[in-house]
């Protein structure tokens, strides 16, 4: 499925949209170069699950957790160098009663679960300045049931 989104605000509202059909214990995988959106679409997500504060990049922390409706656990694997995620502890994350948005899942893809809700976003030329294609998959039934009920609210 792709969706194109001309603004900040868009992809605030297309976060809104996931956090419509997301669950706990989901996952989603975020790429997309640096600056291409990955954390204000997160943002959308954290206030479609009614949380209110701020929600920053954990470039150099590696995870942010946001309490909500569904607590929010949000990761960010730039920085790791061979993918060790050992000292981490993600298991315990990823079989809490939360739902885990990852950036840069690549970074750890070997110790990650292969079924996931995957968004890319890729920055385009257009009309707009901030014109972003959004590519959203499902790697799993459960996952791929997710991007059909996305299609359906758009």
Same mark, same amino acid.
């Given at each position: 499925?792709? +969706?194109?989104?001309?603004?900040? #605000?868009?992809? +605030?509202?297309?976060?809104?949209?996931?956090?419509?059909?997301?669950?706990?214990?989901?996952?989603?995988?975020?790429?997309?170069?640096?600056?291409?959106?990955?954390?204000?679409?997160?943002?959308?997500?954290?206030?479609?699950?009614?949380?209110?504060?701020?929600?920053?990049? $954990?470039?150099?922390?590696?995870?942010?957790?946001?309490?909500? @409706?569904?607590?929010?656990?949000?990761? @960010?694997?730039?920085?790791?160098?061979?993918?060790?995620?050992? @000292?981490?502890?993600?298991?315990? =994350?990823?079989?809490?009663?939360?739902?885990?948005? +990852? #950036?840069?899942?690549?970074?750890?893809?070997?110790?990650? $679960?292969?079924?996931?809700?995957?968004?890319?976003?890729?920055?385009?030329?257009? @009309?707009?300045?901030? #014109?972003?294609?959004?590519?959203?998959?499902?790697?799993?039934?459960? =996952?791929?049931?997710?991007?059909? #009920?996305?299609?359906?609210?758009?």
């Amino acid at each position: 499925m792709l +969706i194109t989104v001309h603004s900040e #605000e868009e992809m +605030i509202s297309l976060g809104g949209l996931l956090a419509r059909v997301l669950e706990k214990n989901d996952i989603v995988y975020l790429t997309g170069e640096l600056g291409a959106g990955k954390t204000t679409l997160v943002r959308g997500v954290a206030r479609g699950l009614g949380y209110a504060g701020r929600v920053t990049s $954990p470039t150099f922390t590696l995870m942010n957790v946001y309490p909500a @409706d569904i607590n929010l656990f949000h990761f @960010d694997f730039y920085r790791l160098e061979g993918g060790d995620l050992g @000292d981490l502890g993600l298991e315990d =994350y990823l079989e809490k009663e939360g739902l885990s948005l +990852i #950036e840069w899942p690549q970074a750890g893809a070997a110790k990650l $679960p292969s079924e996931a809700l995957l968004v890319n976003i890729e920055l385009v030329e257009g @009309d707009y300045e901030r #014109e972003r294609l959004v590519r959203l998959s499902g790697k799993g039934d459960r =996952y791929q049931a997710k991007v059909e #009920e996305v299609k359906r609210l758009c």
